[in-house]
Every structure is written in structure tokens, then in C-alpha cells.
């Protein structure tokens, strides 16, 4: 992102420990590129024009999800939005096959689940988000886009 966009600058929020292993990773002067810690279920949330999460969602029950995306509604600037990277089922939920294993997956390690797109559009709704933009890619994960 920082080299397609390299006006912007970009904040990899997380964990202390997973910001300590991104920035030994990661660490390049320059590149636009800074690391805060922090606790997206407990403390704020930095203050953006464009939160992207990748397959973060998922993780949780909706309960969780939506107290998170009303929080990062509230730390969006006007006009911004949230872009969520999950994979997704059909609305039926019959497929695709590889979603249903991921979704078998989430019950087995974490809380959450894949969910369909009305899912997805129904929770950032909930939150205050408006104007949701699903795109499939045809690859392994997809897009769901939302304004503030």
C-alpha cells in the first residue's frame, strides 16, 4: 500500500507483540510506514481516513464485530471508510468449498465465522456505516467496502 500510495500515510495498529515482530520485519526508514500498539477491543483507535482489516472479522462473534466496527465508526474521519478483506460465503451459505472449510476452521480455533455478504453488509449498517460495496475477486479472499 505504501508503494501504490506513497502520499498516504499508512499505521499498522495491533498488539504490542505483533507490532514488535512487524516492525523487525518490516522496519525501513522511510517507506511511510509507522507501527502503534494497542488493543482494538480496549483502548482507541487512531483516527483515520480508511481502515482496512484484513481477515479480522471473521475472528469474532457479532457481538464483538459490531462493537468493533461502531468503534473504528466513531475514530473514522467523515467521509472515510472501513474495507474489510474476508473470504465470503454465498448467500445460501452452500459454498465456496473453501470458505465452508475456512468457516470450519473459525469454529474450531477462534469465535467467529465467514459470513455472507448481507452478513457483512447488515453488521457494518448496524455500526453507522452506509453505502457497503461487496466485491468478489474470484481469489481466496474478497472485498466488502463501507463509507462513514
Known amino acids: 500500500m505504501a508503494r501504490a500510495y506513497p502520499a ?15 516492525q523487525k520485519h518490516y522496519s525501513q526508514e522511510g517507506n511511510g510506514v509507522a507501527f502503534q500498539s494497542g488493543d482494538f477491543f480496549r483502548g482507541d483507535i487512531p483516527s483515520a481516513d480508511l481502515y482496512v482489516l484484513a481477515r479480522i472479522i471473521h475472528d469474532w462473534t457479532e457481538e464483538k464485530c459490531l462493537a468493533l466496527l461502531k468503534k473504528i465508526y466513531e475514530a473514522c474521519k467523515p467521509g472515510g471508510g472501513v474495507l474489510l478483506i474476508e473470504a465470503l460465503l454465498f448467500e445460501n451459505r452452500r459454498g465456496p468449498l473453501m470458505v465452508q472449510i475456512f468457516s470450519l476452521n473459525m469454529l474450531v480455533q477462534a469465535e467467529g465465522r465467514e459470513r455472507s455478504p448481507s452478513e457483512y453488509t447488515n453488521m457494518l449498517n448496524k455500526s453507522g456505516f452506509h453505502n457497503v460495496q461487496v466485491c468478489r475477486t474470484g481469489k481466496s479472499y474478497d472485498a466488502i467496502l463501507a463509507i462513514r
Open 8 to 22: 498516504s500515510s499508512i499505521t499498522v495498529f495491533d498488539l504490542p507483540e505483533v507490532v514488535e515482530a512487524a
